[in-house]
């Protein structure tokens, strides 16, 4: 079983709609957890970081389900430049830390 | 402007040759990552360096060597062992500990001709 798992999509979803993704995890010394975005044939970047309460940006939601070992991460009235691949990322702490990055969910928003 | 470079951008290699990517950081950081991506797929884990002067293999070392005797550089070299190298490139940063957040040079595309 991978450490992280994501589901690899693609999700095609019209502008405006609502999106969810999520992400699991194996290890419960997971400690950390981020969004990061990644544009085909670019670098990824941080989206967001996961707190245990939740949080938002804007028209991100993340949160975080501990005793499920899973995040999630929804937005809300999808954009045409939303159109990206999705990475959940996970650092562990066990004895050092470990960072390992799922291998993506891909979305579309189409017009 | 703090961040990391890599360089060069792209890079075609005729096979049986060394070639070596350059990363540099001014962002302070401890530890410095090489990953690799194949297309449509995730990243994985070629190298990684926690202090200077050492460093770890990861999930996919072979064919690669690396070297860190500045904090600011990790440079990687992709050796004429590496049988399939073509592929794209991150090196990656950040400062050890839970929470802090891993950032990414802009890529180096390798293909093989």
């Known amino acids: 079983r991978k450490e992280v798992e994501q589901d690899p999509g693609p999700f095609n979803v019209p502008e405006g709609a609502t999106v969810a993704f999520n992400c699991t995890y194996s290890?419960?010394?997971?400690?950390?957890f981020f969004w990061y975005r990644q544009d085909c044939r670019k670098e990824p970047k941080l989206l967001m970081s996961v707190y245990s309460s939740g949080n938002e940006d804007g028209r991100f939601t993340a949160q975080l389900n501990r005793a499920s070992q899973y995040i999630s991460l929804l937005i809300r009235d999808s954009k045409l430049s939303d159109s990206a691949t999705y990475l959940c990322?996970?650092?562990?702490?066990?004895?050092?830390?470990?960072?390992?990055f799922g291998a993506g969910t891909r979305l579309f928003v189409k017009a | 402007d703090g961040g990391i470079t890599q360089s060069p951008k792209y890079l075609f290699r005729k096979e049986g040759q060394n070639v070596t990517l350059s990363c540099e950081q001014n962002?302070?950081?401890?530890?410095m990552y090489w990953y690799r991506q194949d297309p449509g797929q995730g990243l994985r884990l070629i190298y990684y360096?926690?202090?200077?002067?050492?460093?770890q293999k990861g999930d996919i070392a072979e064919g690669y060597s690396v070297s860190r005797e500045k904090k600011e550089s990790f440079p990687l070299t992709v050796t004429s062992a590496q049988k399939n190298p073509t592929a794209f490139y991150l090196c990656a940063s950040n400062m050890q500990g839970a929470g802090n957040t891993i950032y990414f040079g802009e890529g180096s595309w390798l293909t093989v001709v």
């Open positions: 360096s926690q202090i200077v002067n050492d460093f």
């Open positions: 990322v996970v650092i562990l702490n066990t004895g050092g830390f470990k960072t390992i």
């Open positions: 962002l302070n950081h401890d530890a």
């Open positions: 290890n419960s010394a997971s400690q950390s």
